[in-house]
């Protein structure tokens, strides 16, 4: 299993990012994939998921209505799209094979948010 994610990067509060994670290894279009995030000084947070064929997905309440994860099965890539960035957005995100974030996760791409 490989899990490369990028499209981190430091902007300002309000501001957008799109994250990409390629995938490699096992039969992608089969698995739930998900994002996590680690805060500095905090654990490891699930923040979103998404099923196999893209038609469910889930957010933890402090994302919802900012984030937005999709797939493209063709491509092996799970993205995250992150609007009206909050300070709180900190972290490093990781992609994650799974439902909620509970198999294998990539190295992380660091989102800082700041002023």
């Known amino acids: 299993v490989q899990l490369v994610e990028s499209g981190g990067g430091l902007v300002r509060p309000g501001e957008s990012l799109r994250l990409s994670c390629v995938a490699s290894?096992?039969?992608?279009?089969?698995?739930?994939m998900s994002w996590v995030r680690q805060a500095p000084g905090k654990g490891l947070e699930w923040v979103s998921d998404?099923?196999?064929?893209?038609?469910?997905?889930r957010y933890i309440d402090s994302v919802k209505g900012r984030f937005i994860i999709s797939r493209d099965n063709a491509k092996n890539t799970v993205y995250l799209q992150m609007d009206s960035l909050k300070t709180e957005d900190t972290a490093i995100y990781y992609c994650?094979?799974?439902?909620?974030?509970?198999?294998?996760r990539g190295q992380g791409t660091q989102v800082t948010v700041s002023s």
């Open positions: 290894g096992f039969s992608f279009g089969e698995k739930w």
């Open positions: 994650a094979l799974g439902i909620q974030g509970g198999g294998p």
């Open positions: 998404i099923s196999q064929n893209g038609l469910n997905t």
